[in-house]
C-alpha cells in the first residue's frame, strides 16, 4: 500500500472515526437482535 501525504491520512483517519461513532450511535437506538447482526456485518466487511 503505498505511503498518503499527512492531509488525507488524516481526511481518513478522521472518516473512520465518525464511521465508528456512527456505528455505536445506531447500535444504541435500534438495539435489538436484528441491528447488531447488521452491525458484525459492516464491520467484519
Given at each position: 500500500m503505498t505511503l498518503l501525504n499527512p492531509w488525507t491520512s488524516n481526511?481518513?483517519?478522521f472518516f473512520n472515526f465518525i464511521n465508528f461513532i456512527n456505528l455505536i450511535y445506531f447500535n444504541f437506538n435500534l438495539s435489538n437482535d436484528n441491528?447488531?447482526?447488521v452491525i458484525t456485518r459492516t464491520t467484519t466487511g
Open positions: 481526511f481518513f483517519n441491528n447488531i447482526i
